[in-house]
């Protein structure tokens, strides 16, 4: 099964949990990322996501790869929502288990960290007043033209 | 006011000191460069001539089609603009230098197209260093006085005229439809190139997310390119699809993996543009 996962419709923790179960763990962590209703000073209405699939999966294991690796963990799982989210739903889910607390807190908190960063997943911010952006996407236009000067060389 | 008929003009009276044999007789797939470029520009404009020396009137490749004399040799290239507008001064003139060849129909489509004729000229901002390229651009009549005005400052170099003109620029659709080629070294180089697949278009698939998937209007497209690296071929998409993210700020993915944008592409090779990610 792939350990990191894309889902169209409602994560549902208490079934992701139980695949975490493993009598080799003492502890486990389970980090519940869920849509706000402001962000920046805005009121949000609603989120999109989308995902480059084939990418975001591989990246998203290689994650989990390198947290298992670190930390020593026994299991850990990752599933993230695409499609259109209404507020409180749930948009991430994190969850890994260890033999002891302190390797399963840092991890999970690697994993999600390593998760809004790394994997190709976007998202789209729909505003009480009707505007709507792409966060982290809105600051990058590129300048109108490059600039240039009077001054060149000839050969 | 309507814009002013469009004549073309392929400069051809180079000494070719550098080359040490006459440029606009070096072949490329079977053709000299001159015919090349004439056969490229002909279809584009009402009549198209070659620029030349007065001692090259009799040249026979040259004299093969209709010529304008430099007025004032010794000018370079700005003879040749200077003798076209004064020949023809109701008329407009793509001008070409005769040595590109990997100028394609294409690049001189997309600058008729964003011909701005109330302006002097329109022209490409070079790849290499933002300034305009004077060898593949489109002169208005209304340039005519200002260009004299330069010659009579004793100015000979065309990019610092129309560094300083009103002067439309544009975008090169294609990253190096321009480079030209001036040594015997460059035209071995540019012969192999052409002569083989690196040079010839390819088709490549595009997949476009988020922010750039909207100012794109697809989330998908084949193209035809002859961009070598991502790099080229966002440029390209920059201009013909109107993505307006710094690509300072975006990743690249080739056939599904993170990709550098300095990567050769492949025949059938899928590349996506990362926006900045904003999972969880």
């Not at chain 1, 409602?10 to 139980?18: D, G, N, T």
């Not at chain 1, 809004?116 to 729909?126: A, G, Q, S």
């Not at chain 2, 070096?26 to 404009?45: F, N, S, T």
Request: glycine fraction near 8%.
């Amino acid at each position: 099964m792939n350990r990191f996962s894309l889902h169209e419709l409602a994560l549902e923790p208490q079934l992701l949990q139980s695949a975490l179960r493993d009598p080799a763990c003492g502890g486990y962590v389970s980090f519940e990322g869920a849509v706000r209703d402001h962000n920046e000073g805005r009121t949000v209405r609603r989120l999109e996501y989308e995902a480059f699939a084939p990418l975001a999966l591989r990246e998203g294991e290689r994650i989990l790869t390198e947290a298992c690796e670190r930390f020593g963990l026994e299991r850990a799982l990752c599933a993230h929502r695409v499609g259109s989210l209404l507020i409180g739903e749930l948009a991430v889910w994190v969850g890994v288990g260890a033999a002891h607390r302190g390797e399963a807190f840092d991890a999970c908190r690697y994993i999600i960290d390593h998760v809004k960063h790394r994997v190709p997943i976007w998202k789209k911010e729909y505003y009480e007043d009707g505007d709507s952006g792409w966060v982290n996407c809105e600051h990058c236009a590129a300048p109108a033209q490059p600039p240039h000067g009077l001054v060149h060389q000839h050969e | 006011m309507s814009a002013a008929p469009l004549y073309g003009l392929v400069l051809a009276g180079g000494r070719s000191t550098r080359m040490q044999r006459d440029k606009a007789s070096l072949d490329y797939a079977g053709k000299p460069q001159l015919v090349r470029a004439m056969e490229l520009i002909a279809p584009l404009v009402t009549r198209a001539f070659v620029s030349v020396r007065p001692d090259q009137l009799h040249e026979p490749q040259r004299s093969a089609f209709d010529t304008v004399a430099d007025l004032q040799p010794g000018l370079g290239p700005l003879a040749g603009i200077q003798a076209a507008l004064r020949a023809h001064p109701d008329h407009a003139w793509l001008v070409l230098a005769c040595d590109l060849p990997f100028l394609s129909a294409p690049t001189l489509q997309h600058l008729i197209a964003r011909r701005a004729s109330a302006r002097m000229a329109t022209a490409y901002r070079s790849q290499w260093d933002g300034l305009p390229e004077p060898l593949c651009a489109i002169y208005e009549p209304a340039c005519a006085p200002s260009i004299e005005a330069w010659i009579e400052q004793g100015q000979r170099c065309p990019r610092g005229w129309l560094s300083s003109a009103d002067v439309e620029l544009l975008d090169l659709p294609e990253a190096h439809a321009l480079d030209n080629v001036n040594t015997a070294q460059e035209y071995t180089a540019a012969r192999a190139a052409i002569g083989t697949a690196a040079i010839a278009a390819r088709r490549v698939n595009v997949r476009y997310f988020a922010l750039l998937r909207e100012q794109a209007g697809r989330s998908a497209e084949a193209v035809q390119t002859h961009a070598r690296t991502p790099q080229e071929l966002y440029r390209q998409l920059q201009s013909e699809r109107g993505l307006k993210l710094d690509p300072q700020f975006l990743r690249v993915a080739v056939n599904d993996e993170f990709g550098d944008w300095q990567q050769p592409l492949a025949e059938g090779d899928t590349v996506a543009f990362l926006p900045p990610v904003a999972g969880g």
